[in-house]
């Protein structure tokens, strides 16, 4: 038995990445190569990665190209592998996007396109609708990130806002297309992971402008006039151009939670799946979480101690202050302050792509003393959660978790650790 509580979090965390790495769950469902050409497109953290795979177990001739975040590449012999800007786009992503509009363009009925897509395409693989420039997609990007919309309201504005995402990627080729998806997004709804470019769209242009509306965006002119005017509409559900794609979720959230769940079972510690799917503020969400935490701690419920609560997601953070730290810190930090030191309780979250938003950890760690701690470095918690700064109060306690970039994402894992008296 495991009796180390950050030892535990941290191989929980381990397991439930390597159950989403792309060389294991890539293989299985791989298609049958075509009659004529096969070609990889793609975009996401995961996607060098996940071309890897491909080439490592594709019998035959091979071509193609996928973007994907800086610091994030594997190289590849056949496939082309380009870096871009992640969450704010930049000309690499455009010009790489732009590339993979006009490759699977060149394709006929008997060609295979094969679409690896994981979370983060949404902003690597960036083309702007006619009329649009990256400037302008940047600034909307900006906005959205800092006003606490949810992802999936972000991408629905983004598919609006692009020349290839929510359909127009799988419309653009004649080829058959399969595509291969881990993903990222509550609920694994695919139209929402990397905006969906190869599956449906259900959102509309008054969907995204109302989004816009909700959280007063400043959106530029020609922003505004595009939604306004609603040309070029996605394609729907029911469109006969994507009737013949074909769409394999090879990884998620919820095999994740399980792996982690199956690392504490052999621990001797209960898991409890609280969810794959929890969205919401940060720190509203920990509120949840030590509440649950504290319930387990008094009265053995919903799991009776030495257990593990589990769960999964994508938070948002409405930020006001000027710190620094991505929603993994900024709900890390809430819950320690909402336990005050609650005895036997230790926690970890982490984003599974091994970056916490922008910073150069995957997310953070916490226990019993880690108040007390801070306190005594003369580091005030509640300060730092004004000022949205989860980094620079977990880096001053020691409580950073650093993995690198892991080149997989399912999203936000999340661990509460609950010892026996």
């Not at 190869?198 to 959280?215: G, H, Q």
């Not at 982690?260 to 929890?278: D, F, Q, S, T, W």
């Not at 709900?331 to 970056?355: E, N, S, W, Y």
Request: net charge negative; charged share 20%; glycine share 10%.
């Amino acid at each position: 038995m495991t009796t180390d509580p950050n030892t535990l979090l941290n191989d929980m965390f381990r397991a439930a990445v390597t159950s989403a790495l792309p060389a294991a769950c890539v293989p299985a469902h791989l298609p049958e190569p075509p009659k004529g050409r096969t070609v990889v497109v793609g975009a996401g953290k995961a996607a060098a990665s996940m071309a890897k795979a491909v080439e490592d177990h594709w019998k035959g001739p091979l071509s193609g190209l996928v973007v994907t975040r800086y610091g994030h590449n594997v190289p590849c012999e056949r496939i082309e592998v380009v870096e871009a800007s992640h969450p704010v786009p930049d000309a690499a992503g455009e010009e790489a996007a732009r590339r993979i509009l006009e490759l699977v363009g060149t394709l006929g009925s008997d060609d295979l396109l094969l679409c690896l897509i994981s979370g983060g395409g949404s902003a690597l693989m960036a083309l702007p609708a006619a009329g649009l420039t990256m400037a302008d997609k940047q600034a909307v990007n900006k906005a959205l990130l800092k006003s606490g919309a949810s992802i999936t309201e972000m991408n629905c504005v983004r598919k609006h806002l692009s020349a290839i995402k929510g359909g127009r990627l799988a419309v653009a080729t004649k080829a058959r297309v399969v595509s291969l998806v881990i993903s990222d997004v509550p609920g694994d709804d695919p139209s929402v992971i990397a905006s969906g470019p190869t599956v449906p769209d259900p959102t509309s242009f008054a969907d995204a402008l109302a989004i816009i509306d909700k959280y007063g965006i400043e959106a530029p002119e020609s922003v505004m006039r595009h939604l306004t005017e609603g040309r070029d509409e996605t394609p729907k559900p029911g469109d006969p151009r994507l009737s013949d794609a074909r769409m394999v979720m090879i990884a998620t959230p919820q095999m994740a939670l399980e792996a982690a769940a199956e690392v504490a079972r052999k621990a001797g510690y209960e898991p409890v799946i609280l969810g794959n799917a929890l969205e919401g503020e940060s720190r509203e969400v920990a509120m949840v979480h030590a509440g649950i935490a504290r319930q387990v701690v008094e009265h053995n419920q919903p799991g009776r101690a030495p257990c593990v609560l589990l769960s999964g997601g994508e938070t948002t953070v409405t930020v006001r202050g000027k710190g620094r730290g991505g929603r993994n810190a900024e709900f890390l930090l809430a819950l320690t302050v909402a336990l005050d030191g609650l005895p036997r309780v230790h926690a970890l979250a982490a984003d599974t792509d091994g970056i916490d938003g922008t910073e150069d950890n995957a997310g953070c760690i916490t226990g019993p003393d880690t108040l007390a701690r801070a306190a005594a470095a003369g580091i005030d918690a509640k300060a730092c959660l004004r000022n949205n700064d989860g980094y620079s109060f977990f880096a001053g306690v020691g409580g950073l978790v650093t993995t690198g970039p892991t080149l997989t994402n399912v999203n936000d894992f999340r661990a509460l650790l609950i010892e026996a008296p």
